[in-house]
């Protein structure tokens, strides 16, 4: 289930064409063996929200094969519009409840996003702004509410509930427009940029005529999706920082999951006379289940670098013949 943040922050830096483009190369070179469906949030097409900017995502697509024009469209005229904030739990929800439908042991929600999760009125204590820290700069301070304050618990414990009933998440974090904070002192958690807290040896607020320092919690709060989702980069969220990295990213990060298993059925049991080759390229056979490939119970493994190469992104010919 692909997850796809359609915030106004995408308009700033202009990328939904480069994540449309990388939707589609992963489309076309996983869509025969995966089955795709999509969300976008916020909705692009309705349903519930508070506020017009916090709207609930809904499913777009259900997951299924065949679905590459239907899940292009939605990308087509479902595009980024500003002032539009990032429901991101209402889009696990909406996506893990409808693989809990019907799950395979093998499902996946690839969350696309570039900024961090708000739209919960309640992410911190009703109007203590000096403990909210703002996705938006100063707009959580010019209203008397929540929305844009920085909803990572409640999505993180979110995506760690469907983790445990065996629906993982992936991160791939769009970081291209993201400041470093390293540099810049803070009087209080207003005065940093987006998704910046003031660090202060007070706690979370820097109390008056004390000067803290800017740090970054988008990073560490997509930090801890990918760990709480299942599925890291040796820890970390799949990132991207440069936006003519970002159509191989999204292929690259889908096809890290792609399955190293198939169904060879009858042909299976004749596991000592198969020559199995990748790309023209004969495989070796490793009862040890290190390096190379076994069959066993009509199902071909590949493990190691052999599987490896098979999540590298790209388009291979596996071939599997009896002598």
């Known amino acids: 289930m692909l997850a796809v943040d359609r915030s106004g922050s995408i308009v700033d830096w202009g990328g939904w064409n480069a994540i449309e483009a990388g939707i589609a190369d992963t489309l076309n070179l996983l869509g025969e063996g995966v089955q795709f469906g999509l969300t976008l949030f916020p909705s692009p097409t309705g349903g519930v929200g508070i506020r017009d900017d916090c709207t609930s995502a809904q499913l777009n697509q259900r997951v299924g094969y065949d ?62 702004h000096d403990q909210c820290v703002c996705t938006t700069g100063s707009s959580c301070f010019l209203f008397d509410d929540n929305y844009m304050c920085l909803d990572e618990a409640r999505t993180t414990t979110l995506i760690q509930r ?38 202060c040896d007070s706690g979370n607020g820097c109390p008056a005529n004390t000067t803290g320092q800017c740090q970054d919690e988008l990073r560490p709060t997509l930090r801890a999706f990918a760990q709480a989702g299942g599925v890291s980069d040796n820890g970390n969220f799949f990132e991207v920082s440069d936006i003519n990295d970002l159509q191989t990213a999204i292929t690259t990060t889908a096809a890290s999951v792609r399955p190293c298993t198939f ?21 070796a056979n490793d009862p040890g289940r290190a390096e190379g490939w076994y069959a066993e119970d009509g199902i071909l493994t590949f493990y190691g670098s052999a599987c490896t190469t098979i999540r590298d992104g790209r388009a291979h010919a596996i071939a599997a013949t009896c002598e």
């Open 263 to 283: 169904d060879l059925e009858d042909i299976a049991n004749v596991n000592g006379a198969l020559t199995v080759t990748i790309d023209g390229n004969e495989i």
């Open 162 to 199: 469907y983790a445990d009933a065996g629906i993982k998440t992936i991160v791939l974090g769009i970081t291209v427009d993201t400041p470093d904070p390293s540099s810049v002192p803070c009087p209080a958690n207003r005065t940093c940029a987006p998704a910046q807290s003031c660090s």
């Open 67 to 128: 679905n590459n024009e239907n899940i292009l469209r939605f990308l087509e005229i479902g595009g980024p519009e500003t002032n539009q904030g990032t429901p991101t739990s209402t889009a696990i929800q909406a996506a893990g409840d409808h693989l809990l439908e019907a799950p395979t042991g093998a499902d996946y929600i690839l969350l696309v996003t570039d900024g961090a999760p708000n739209c919960n009125a309640f992410a911190n204590e009703p109007n203590r």
